[in-house]
C-alpha cells in the first residue's frame, strides 16, 4: 500500500473554474504534510504547506483532517498557469528534515 | 535564499559507463540531502538519504554499490550511477534542507538522464 495515494486525474477545467484536489495518506503518525507544484520535465517546487486549522494562500486553500487521514487542496479562479502536476506530500518528522513521501500527482489543465 | 543546483541537468551515455551527477546548496548549508528518481507519469521515489561525513542510507530496493552516494562537505553531495544501463534512464532530483528549517525541503531542478 503506498504512502500517499492521489487520484492521478488529469483534470481539465476552464480558466475560472474552481477545482478540488484529494489525498489520502497511510501512516497516521505522519506529521507535516505539504502540497508540492511540479511542471512537466521540472523539480517539485512548494505550493503550501498544510495545517491541521486549514490555510489559505491567495486563490489556493489547503485542508487537513487528521481523523480520515485525507488532505485537499481546493484551486479558486484558475489561471492558465496553473496547469501543472500537483504532489501531496506526507512526512513523519515535524520538527526536525523528515523523509518525504510523495503521491503520484494528480494533474491539471486549465484551457481558456 | 535555499537554492539547490544540479549538475548536469541533462547527460546521455552509453551502456556501462558511469555517470557522476552533482547536488550542490548554494547559499545555506545542508546536513542532509535527499536522493529520489523519478519515472515517466510516475512519483518521486526516495534512493537514498545522505548525510554529511556519513555513509548514505539506502530506501529498500536501491542498489548501493551501484548508486554510490557522497556527502563530503555541507553543500555538496554527489551521486554516481555505476555501469549504468538503459533501465536506469530516469530523473534524478535531489533535494537539502535548512538546518532547524523543520521539513522544508528544497529541490534541485534534477538531471534527465538517458542511457543508450
Known amino acids: 500500500r503506498k504512502e500517499v495515494e492521489q487520484d492521478p486525474g488529469p483534470f481539465n477545467v476552464p480558466e475560472g473554474a474552481t477545482v478540488a484536489f484529494n489525498c489520502t495518506y497511510s501512516?497516521?503518525?505522519?506529521?507535516?504534510f505539504f502540497w508540492y507544484r511540479q511542471d512537466c520535465r521540472k523539480e517539485p517546487k512548494l505550493l503550501m504547506s498544510?495545517?491541521?486549522s486549514g490555510n489559505e494562500d491567495g486563490r489556493f486553500t489547503a485542508q487537513l483532517n487528521r481523523a480520515s487521514q485525507y488532505i485537499s487542496l481546493l484551486i479558486r479562479d484558475s489561471k492558465l498557469s496553473d496547469s501543472a502536476t500537483y504532489l501531496c506530500?506526507?512526512?513523519?518528522?515535524?520538527?526536525?528534515?523528515?523523509?518525504?513521501?510523495f503521491g503520484r500527482g494528480t494533474q491539471l489543465t486549465v484551457w481558456p | 535564499g535555499a537554492v539547490v543546483s544540479q549538475h548536469p541537468s541533462r547527460v546521455i551515455c552509453k551502456s556501462g559507463t558511469s555517470v557522476k551527477i552533482e547536488c550542490r546548496s548554494l547559499d545555506f548549508q545542508a546536513t542532509t540531502m535527499f536522493w529520489y528518481r523519478q519515472f515517466p507519469k510516475q512519483s518521486l521515489m526516495l534512493m537514498a538519504t545522505?548525510?554529511?561525513?556519513?555513509?548514505?542510507?539506502?530506501e529498500q530496493g536501491v542498489e548501493k554499490d551501484k548508486f554510490l552516494i557522497n556527502h563530503a562537505s555541507l553543500t555538496l553531495s554527489t551521486l554516481t550511477v555505476t555501469s549504468a544501463h538503459p533501465e536506469d534512464s530516469s530523473f534524478y532530483i535531489c533535494s537539502a534542507g535548512l538546518a532547524g528549517g523543520g521539513d522544508t525541503q528544497y529541490f534541485g531542478p534534477g538531471t534527465r538522464l538517458t542511457v543508450l
Open positions: 501512516n497516521s503518525a505522519s506529521q507535516s
Open positions: 498544510v495545517y491541521s
Open positions: 506530500v506526507a512526512t513523519d518528522r515535524g520538527s526536525t528534515l523528515g523523509r518525504l513521501y
Open positions: 545522505s548525510n554529511e561525513g556519513s555513509k548514505a542510507t539506502y
